[in-house]
């Protein structure tokens, strides 16, 4: 059965500093991970999406990476902002299912 | 529709009576899944409607709860003898799956109160 873990479960950095969240799964078979955004109150927003053939994606200034094979995602965040303050989930897709993690809730401290 | 649509967006609810969600998924999306979200916790997967059949029901909670999903669009989860321990955002999804690499789109859920 897949497990999706996010660690730390949350996290408060001063604006300005680079920060990285982190995500494992333990069946590494998945079709793609991605990586989702929520805030208080609303649905999720798709972020980044990785593709089990790929290492890596970026958007602005966020970089997502992916090991496969030892079950392991990082969502890097340059140059955060208060506005990054969110919740931000991990997933993997395998088998029509796609499994979320608990996600890390992020503060940025202005 | 611009986006995927979940109503009502709140329901409060006396225990044992029965609740209808419904999502309307973003038009011509394939795949539409439903999620359950409760307090502090991750996303609890439910069912998942490729078109209008659901491979895999094994996710739904128990046999109170059920879903179909009519035309290839709008989506009704059905909640039958609410319990207090149902209370929790329902989140639904759709995504486009022309193939496995298409990412999802999330409605804002119904935040479901039972008293």
């Known amino acids: 059965k897949q497990e999706v873990t996010q660690i730390p479960a949350a996290l408060s950095v001063p604006e300005g500093e680079n920060l990285v969240l982190n995500c494992s799964f333990t069946?590494?078979?998945?079709?793609?991970l991605q990586w989702f955004r929520q805030d208080p109150g609303k649905g999720l927003t798709s972020l980044l999406l990785?593709?089990?053939?790929?290492r890596e994606q970026t958007s602005g200034r966020l970089n997502a990476s992916l090991d496969k094979s030892s079950g392991r995602s990082t969502l890097y965040i340059a140059a955060s902002q208060p506005g990054d303050s969110a919740t931000y989930l991990c997933?993997?897709?395998?088998?029509?299912?796609?499994?979320f993690g608990k996600g890390t809730r992020l503060h940025i401290l202005p | 529709g611009a986006g995927v649509s979940q109503s009502p967006s709140n329901k409060v609810t006396e225990k044992g009576k029965d609740v209808e969600l419904r999502c309307d998924p973003i038009?011509?999306?394939?795949?539409l899944y439903w999620y359950r979200q409760s307090l502090g916790q991750g996303l609890e997967f439910l069912i998942y409607?490729?078109?209008?059949?659901?491979?895999?029901k094994s996710g739904l909670p128990s046999d109170r709860f059920s879903a179909e999903r009519t035309g290839g669009s709008v989506s009704t989860l059905t909640i039958q003898r609410t319990q207090q321990e149902d209370s929790a955002v329902y989140l639904c999804?759709?995504?486009?799956?022309?193939?496995?690499?298409?990412?999802?789109?999330f409605g804002s859920g119904t935040q479901l109160s039972v008293l």
């Open positions: 990785i593709q089990s053939s790929q």
């Open positions: 409607f490729q078109g209008n059949s659901a491979p895999d």
């Open positions: 069946d590494s078979a998945i079709y793609n």
């Open positions: 038009s011509g999306h394939t795949a």
């Open positions: 999804a759709s995504s486009p799956r022309t193939g496995v690499n298409e990412k999802l789109f």
């Open positions: 997933a993997v897709d395998r088998d029509d299912k796609i499994i």
